[in-house]
């Protein structure tokens, strides 16, 4: 089957049946949860456009978000809260993240395709495919969603935590973010097991126990 224009796909899922593409977006902020999605795509109804989510402009993304939303034959978004990062670490909070967006389809795909190297515990053959985002036009609409997803969520908090700018630079580590961090201390969205966060959070701890001695 042919796929987007301008764009050389070198794998293509949808010559199988009812392929699933699946994505994360968020292993490595210092905030917020991980995000997946998985799509499967309705090949009588093609999308112009896809690629990995990071080759796209924002407003694109937000365009064929909604598009893939339309035509896909199914999605589902999901996610991995903050404490099960803390509790299981990235890469297992990650898994099962996928696995809930595998999960969450309303149609039973016969094949899941995982971007990257390593693939969830799923209920039907899955495949891992690096750098699957700029091959498989699956995947590539997983990316969307689930960067879309993260990015508007990640807008909301800046909202909630104001002064981190999590706004922009979406929960990674930027000069911006850890300086902020640093000065201000964790916020309840902040992965605790991760370096930045943990020592931060020990220094403002210290400090709060030095002003009370």
């Known amino acids: 089957m042919k796929t987007q224009i301008g764009l050389d796909f070198s794998l293509v899922a949808e010559t199988h049946a009812l392929v699933a593409g699946v994505d994360e977006v968020g292993r490595g902020p210092l905030c917020g949860a991980v995000v997946t999605a998985a799509v499967i795509l309705d090949p009588n109804r093609p999308i112009l456009g896809l690629n990995d989510s990071k080759k796209l402009t924002e407003a694109r993304r937000e365009k064929l978000f ?42 039973v795909p016969k094949l899941a395709m995982i971007d990257g190297n390593r693939c969830p515990q799923l209920s039907m053959p899955a495949e891992a495919v690096v750098k699957g985002d700029s091959k498989v036009p699956a995947i590539a609409a997983a990316s969307i969603l689930a960067k879309v997803s993260r990015d508007r969520e990640m807008t909301a908090f800046e909202l909630i935590y104001p ?51």
């Open 163 to 213: 002064g981190y700018g999590i706004g922009g630079h979406k929960g990674y580590p930027t000069p911006v973010h850890l300086e902020a961090l640093a000065r201000l201390g964790p916020t309840p969205i902040h992965r605790r097991s991760f370096a930045p966060v943990r020592l931060a959070f020990e220094a403002h701890e210290g400090l709060a126990t030095a002003v009370f001695v």
């Open 66 to 107: 909604d598009e893939i939303c339309e035509k896909a034959l199914s999605w589902h978004i999901a996610r991995a809260e903050v404490e099960e990062i803390d509790r299981l670490n990235i890469l297992h909070a990650t898994m099962l993240a996928m696995q809930r967006a595998v999960e969450g389809l309303h149609i």
